[in-house]
């Protein structure tokens, strides 16, 4: 006997009929023409470490918090949800917290150097050889000790938590195809390590699921071995395989450069590299302050002139190339901005960013540092969120 029609329409219901749809018409894509190219990822680590400067530049805890929180809404308010790399800023806030507890228990266990006078809690000290003098394992553990603890384990957060919402805003992918042609080679050393070792990592749980399968043990001396081997192999075949199709695509060809412009240009690089080295230390402690950023600008024009005397070196082109346009300005100036004045609020008023813990004082809210730190909330209003990402745009 057949099926009747009625029957056979609820049973084919039942089993190929599609995900019912939400009511109401879908948000057509936007078309590639209207989008707003995004924000040049060098701007984002220019705005973040500009903000870590400034967070360098003081151990007050509410602008040290003031700062936390502008991060933490800016990465909000900009980031792609949908790329891999967005979710690095609760990865680095987690880090940061670590940090900040490590600090306080060293200073727990090992003691402080800082003098205080109320008495938290005395722990049983370790009596120490006569060559681990100015080393104490216990003893006593003061308010005044862990308090200044505090004050530097935040600072240390602060920067942690500037680096997580770099990481946040700029995808890795973008920011090396923007280096310049003098770190061409190091670019693409980069990209293959970040494509290699997600591959690893899924051959190692694919090999272990495997084993476990066919009831074979995945783990200790002999399961490592077993796995160890078979991903390795697989690891020198693809890299073989991508050397090759490399090659074949003019990877690693270089233009023909004088011998002289090789000389300068090494020297360039060299030597701006070090002026900058020199320079951000010169910022970010107290007695430097004169001389860092004369030496760090300094550095930066000789490292800028040293990379585009080498980009001659590579004859390359770049597939849709990240405009440095007037928002990738006004971000990088905005946290520029943070960081001088914070700089310029640490020479003329010391106390308000550093608060005294001999005697313990209560930390107070300086008004405008404050409000230039507020500054640095300025990419949260110039940079609309973007409906999808340009990375994973749809062939």
């Not at 727990?108 to 205080?116: A, E, M, Q």
């Not at 308010?143 to 770099?166: H, K, P, Q, W």
């Not at 020297?267 to 080295?277: D, N, Q």
């Not at 640490?346 to 409000?371: E, K, Q």
């Amino acid at each position: 006997m057949g099926v009747p029609p009625r029957e056979r329409s609820r049973a084919w219901g039942r089993v190929g009929a599609a995900a019912p749809r939400k009511r109401g018409r879908a948000k057509p894509p936007v078309p590639r023409q209207q989008r707003r190219s995004p924000v040049h990822p060098g701007a984002w680590w220019l705005w973040s470490l500009s903000l870590g400067v400034a967070a360098s530049r003081t151990t007050n805890p509410l602008l040290l918090a003031l700062l936390v929180t502008v991060t933490a809404y800016v990465v909000a308010v900009c980031r792609t949800r949908s790329a891999p790399w967005s979710r690095s800023y609760a990865a680095f806030a987690r880090l940061a917290l670590a940090v900040l507890l490590v600090r306080l228990a060293f200073t727990v266990v090992l003691g402080s150097p800082v003098p205080g006078a109320h008495t938290l809690v005395t722990l049983p000290e370790v009596p120490l050889p006569h060559w681990a003098q100015g080393i104490r394992l216990g003893g006593r553990v003061t308010a005044e000790a862990l308090v200044f603890a505090l004050y530097d384990g935040l600072r240390i957060a602060t920067l942690l938590v500037c680096v997580g919402a770099a990481n946040a805003l700029a995808g890795p992918a973008r920011l090396l195809k923007s280096l310049p042609g003098a770190l061409y080679e190091l670019g693409v050393a980069a990209v293959v390590a970040l494509t290699f070792a997600p591959h690893l990592v899924a051959d190692v749980q694919r090999l272990r699921a495997a084993r476990r399968l066919r009831g074979r043990p995945d783990s200790g001396i002999r399961g490592l071995l077993q796995v160890g081997l078979p991903v390795l192999e697989g690891a020198l075949e693809r890299s073989v395989a991508l050397a090759a199709a490399m090659d074949a695509r003019g990877y690693g060809r270089s233009a023909d450069v004088p011998d002289r412009v090789r000389r300068t240009t090494a020297a360039l690089t060299l030597g701006g590299l070090l002026g900058i080295c020199a320079g951000l230390y010169g910022l970010l402690t107290t007695e430097g302050g004169g001389y860092g950023l004369p030496v760090l600008l300094a550095g930066v024009v000789a490292a800028l002139a040293g990379l585009r005397l080498g980009g001659r070196r590579s004859p390359r082109t770049r597939y849709r190339p990240d405009p440095w346009d007037a928002r990738a300005w006004l971000v990088s100036g905005a946290g520029a901005a943070v960081a001088a004045l914070l700089t310029l609020a640490s020479v003329r008023d010391p106390d308000a960013l550093h608060p005294g813990v001999v005697p313990l004082v209560a930390p107070t809210l300086p008004l405008w540092p404050a409000a230039a730190v507020l500054l640095g909330l300025l990419p949260a209003l110039i940079v609309p969120k973007d409906p999808e990402d340009p990375e994973e745009e749809p062939s």
